[in-house]
């Protein structure tokens, strides 16, 4: 029995005195701060009470969530997800509105149906009336559950090479589905493993052996009565991955699978009666809705989790103490160290530029839709180059920064019970979700080089790519380490570093295609550098919108303080990251990288009196955060100790090993066994 | 039921033709090069012998390893330890016998017991003859099982910092331990959770009042009847980690726990009856020891991991087609995207870099270990310095390397079935256990900037550092990218860039003491920037004996050709990541870096088309690799899918979900639950 003078009572509200002293003298308004990025203190005020509800129902709670087997946690995904549509059907709560996506942050993501809701908002963008009239009601009534079958086990992000198949049958009035082979067959579908009984399957169309490309059929694959698959249908869970085991992600195989005619979703092209093949409308609306999601998960998911491993990281920084800093003094608190500032500081200023950036990107989002709304679609490639960008270096950064915290807590941060792992397990899906990276990241080069062109002819460019008109600077003209904290000091030196990395990838294109080269040979000799320059251009909006967005809030003094002292943290620590960029063709010399570092690292020190307060202005609960390391209290020991007693590995059932196997060895020794 | 048809028959041999045609005409002798990585063609017999043995028994399957839960996988580890020790002593293998190394590989690791070999090393290093004949006939019969209780709640890395206490009473003649507070608490020793009857305990030595540091004990924490904790001992598991699940590591607190005088380890140092301590012989030999685990784990853990990665990662992509690299051609081979191999080539470069750095670290701690038998320590610092900054750039760039493979299977790479997220999360630990690396680059750079004076002012150094004493060149002298391909040009660049950084850093830190900073703050100033000129230390060594392991193929032609392929990818690779290195004080100029950049792309081309033969060379077993991305078969779809349906998610009892919170939903909608 373990002597309770080390367990804490759950009823002590004391903080520990080391991150307690952090919160004394905060430079800025901690509270204004957090309504400021709620987007207001009526945001604030919903997403406080949401969380409220959530954290007293003891179904929400997460405390056994690091000991769940892969079937445990799809079960409490499930139970969760029926009992939240329920208590937000009584609490009149849409699916569509803000306190959705609070549950959704309350409950760090792990409930089930959130196929569901793509499945539903697919037949709202790809179906026509009628079919929307017939499927919707069922589906938000939860008549029916249903999943979006997309990717196949040989395709993923090319999605013209999808082998599924839907023959049109003339005779029956329906089409037949087929997975004619076994890369064909879906795989990865959430929700689709074990629980949904529709879904939507994207399949070649085929009429009279004429293919007319990728469809979507909604086809039922669990009977409605007892769940079991439907005729012609084979359905799996794919098995255990690095993380969202909570969701079944599932298989589907089609063997002459038939749905009737009225089950293409038909708003942009539909098949008659006698097989005639229609087009109809822009499937461009569709195409906007499908790289909106990109951005939108960039706020709800992405940047969120980025927020959460510094939170977890920061205040166990300030609670750990470790060797000394001074000899003979007391052992000093790790985040005093300017090695571990130089890992965490930078990836808290990366959460606050990514906020600012997602702020920006939502306008601009906006803005184009309400121009698409009304028919003008001149900003869709623009937006498309954007969003593709911008969804590739936000993932990659936030993923590396959610790592560099969990690296940063040294061994504690590789227990789950810190929370940080599986905060990168999750994140590490999202550089390839919605578009594998370096795709997404050629497809905004091609945008760039197009756009390139277009400038040095002269004509009109988009917003977003206006500065390639421009004539590049030549040279930094800094003389002093203080003008690196300028913000159209270093502006202009992303701005030049990305002009300069396209200039060059386009130029080498250029003289391979003048050189004989076929385009789409000379295009794939330079992907390496084209993946540059889209990351340079990226990098460079989202130091400039950071700038823009210190610059709007001049009202709030010591918030704007602090901001740009994180703002110039973001930037130089590019800089000090990727030093040849600069340095390449002499725009920055070498002596004015040396007075950069210096100005970089005084930030770090300048920074780290904030930090706790920083980090505190998210304002997650200890629920959402499900951290031994990371809660608001700062009783990490005690905290690691309660929560390991916990685990079933110290259950009597988890020692069946000792009586199987140890004693029979310790009692005849190795020689007699 | 699946059809039949899109599933293999395990009898069947044929390979994937894809990635059969990659094995058609390598430039070189695979079987050559794999006796040449094992270090001679006895080797590979013998570890094959092993294999052999290994993978037909089938206690020894780990078929279902990425579906058991923690408690079913420490189970599983146990089980195929005590096996594991029954076949070995019937074969009469050694535990320090070559055999146990390749019994270790074969199996991935994933077997107990690793820390009763521990246990039974610092009763061998650090106790007296007759403390080792009480001791070690004991262990080595299994009939008590050792653990190494070092690490503490709120202590690793520091340990002069330990909390725990043993207090020497002499009119009992035992020393009594305690645990004084919670975060003197022993966490994370390995088999201490479940298993161990008995532990080192490092603790802080007490005798009348007085502390004279810390002091291994071994202590008996289990009954050896019942396996019950021992009077005074609290014992348990830690609970779920990112990985090493199959491992029990534990807590432990001490009140008041007796134990004998002689149970002391005391070969350098004593407590006599009377309470007189005595010191005696240096530790310097146990030091040596301790950080000889460093580079073993490095050869036995750290790059075969890296290995394994790209063998998965390689073959996947041959086999993985998408998109088109020319319109209108068959789906592309994602190794033939130049964005593919720039992720993947140069991971396998670092790989073959590390196994070559391994060897010559060997060879070096070889001849460390012949001086210092013959009392001569003078190597120690540097060896010291050596090993910490190796083990800290291995395991850094090794994990981030298997992460780059991981991604670059995009989501199958998610999958664990692909093996890559078990290899990422294991391999990640590295970066913290035997020493956190930042701690370690300190600790290097501290040796460093000591040599670097010593060089400055004529002293003789140490062979490492002997080229700090060389005057650094000033610029290099490439008019031609094919230059770039020289070993000495790289080489040189490297080694210049190593003086400069470290140079430097060394010459702020001197500026600070001479403004009047003391030497502890002055140094803290400087942290970010040693870190730096450590690792360029390293990595120019890295550089430097690949390239001259490159030089001692020569009997090799083939094997020479492509090793001095990968060596320049691997150095021009280093380059192309970090150009502010070599651009900072113009040692290389922008054209330069251009002219780097065409020669590194053109290494990419043609280490491509040996792509296959290279990771083949590693001669890892299916069974050993576990995944079913990279067999060597190449069948991938099939044993996906294969594998998938094995998984308990796909068992009846894994759908409870549906009986008891989706059937009632659907049957009354959400309206009326």
């Not at 740009?564 to 340095?583: E, P, Q, R």
Request: overall charge neutral; aromatic content about 10%; glycine content about 6%.
């Amino acid at each position: 029995m373990a002597p309770t003078r080390y367990l804490r009572s759950s009823a002590s509200r004391d903080v520990n005195p080391d991150l307690d002293i952090e919160r004394k003298t905060p430079s800025f308004d901690v509270e204004k701060l957090t309504t400021i990025l709620d987007g207001g203190a009526e945001n604030t005020r919903v997403r406080r009470a949401v969380e409220a509800v959530i954290h007293s129902d003891p179904v929400f709670s997460r405390e056994d969530k690091y000991f769940l087997s892969q079937n445990e946690s799809y079960e409490a995904a499930v139970k969760k997800a029926v009992h939240l549509k329920k208590m937000m059907h009584q609490m009149k709560w849409s699916w569509a509105g803000p306190e959705s996506k609070y549950c959704n942050r309350a409950l760090g993501g792990e409930v089930a149906f959130t196929l569901h809701t793509v499945f539903m908002e697919s037949i709202l963008a790809l179906s026509t009336d009628e079919q929307t009239a017939k499927w919707i009601p069922l589906a938000e009534n939860y008549r029916i559950l249903g999943s979006y079958a997309q990717t196949e086990l040989g395709h993923g992000t090319y999605i013209r090479g999808f082998e599924t198949t839907a023959t049109f049958n003339i005779s029956t009035q329906e089409f037949v589905l087929n997975t004619p082979k076994i890369s064909a067959m879906k795989w990865w579908p959430g929700e689709l493993g074990r629980s949904a009984t529709h879904t939507v399957v994207f399949a070649q169309l085929y009429i009279k052996g004429k293919c007319y490309g990728v469809h979507p059929f909604i086809v039922q694959i669990r009977s409605l009565h007892d769940h079991s698959p439907a005729p012609g249908v084979t359905v799996g869970d794919i098995g255990p991955k690095m993380d969202f085991n909570h969701n079944d992600n599932g298989y589907l195989l089609l063997q002459d699978v038939r749905v009737p005619r009225e089950n293409m979703l038909s708003r942009f092209c539909e098949v008659l009666a006698d097989g005639t093949y229609v087009k109809r409308g822009s499937e461009k609306i569709n195409y906007f809705n499908m790289i909106i999601i990109r951005v939108k998960m960039l706020s709800n998911e992405v940047v969120p989790t980025l927020m959460k491993a510094c939170i977890i990281a920061i205040r166990y920084s300030v609670v750990r103490r470790q060797s000394e800093l001074k000899p003979g003094d007391q052992e000093a608190k790790i985040l005093d160290y300017q090695t571990q500032q130089q890992k965490l500081l930078p990836v808290l200023a990366t959460a606050y530029a990514f906020h600012f950036m997602n702020e920006y990107t939502n306008e601009l989002f906006s803005k184009g839709y309400r121009e698409i709304k009304q028919k003008n679609f001149d900003s869709l490639p623009e937006l498309h180059a954007f969003s593709s960008g911008l969804k590739a270096i936000v993932t990659e950064h936030s993923t590396a920064g959610v790592e560099t915290c969990r690296k940063a807590c040294g061994g504690h941060g590789y227990s789950l019970l810190s929370g940080l792992p599986s905060l990168y397990t999750r994140l590490a899906a999202s550089c390839t979700y919605e578009g594998e990276n370096t795709v997404l990241l050629l497809q905004t080069a091609r945008f760039l080089v197009k756009c390139l062109g277009a400038a040095h002819s002269g004509q009109p460019v988009p917003p977003s790519v206006a500065y390639l008109s421009a004539v590049n600077s030549e040279r930094c003209l800094v003389r002093d380490k203080r003008d690196f904290l300028q913000p159209d000091v270093y502006v202009e030196a992303y701005r030049h570093v990305a002009i300069r990395v396209l200039s060059s990838a386009a130029a080498k294109l250029q003289a391979l295609v003048q050189s004989g080269a076929e385009q789409h040979e000379a295009w794939h000799q330079c992907t390496v550098q084209l993946v540059h320059a889209a990351k340079a251009h990226c990098h460079y909006h989202v130091v400039k919108s950071f700038a823009e967005a210190v610059e709007k809030l001049g009202q709030e003094a010591g918030i704007q303080r602090i901001m740009k002292h994180l703002c110039g943290l973001f930037a130089l620590h590019g800089i000090f990251s990727n030093t040849g960029d600069f340095l390449h063709d002499g725009y920055i010399s070498g002596d004015q990288v040396d007075m950069m570092t210096a100005s970089y690292l005084d930030l770090l020190a300048i920074v780290r009196k904030d930090a706790v307060p920083l980090v505190d202005a998210f304002d997650f609960t200890d629920e959402t955060l499900n951290s031994a390391l990371g809660s608001y209290d700062g009783h990490v020991y005690q905290r690691l100790y309660q929560w390991a007693r916990k685990s079933p590995s110290n259950t009597k059932q988890a020692n069946q090993a000792y009586e199987n196997y140890l004693k029979p060895l310790f009692q005849n020794g190795l020689s007699k066994l």
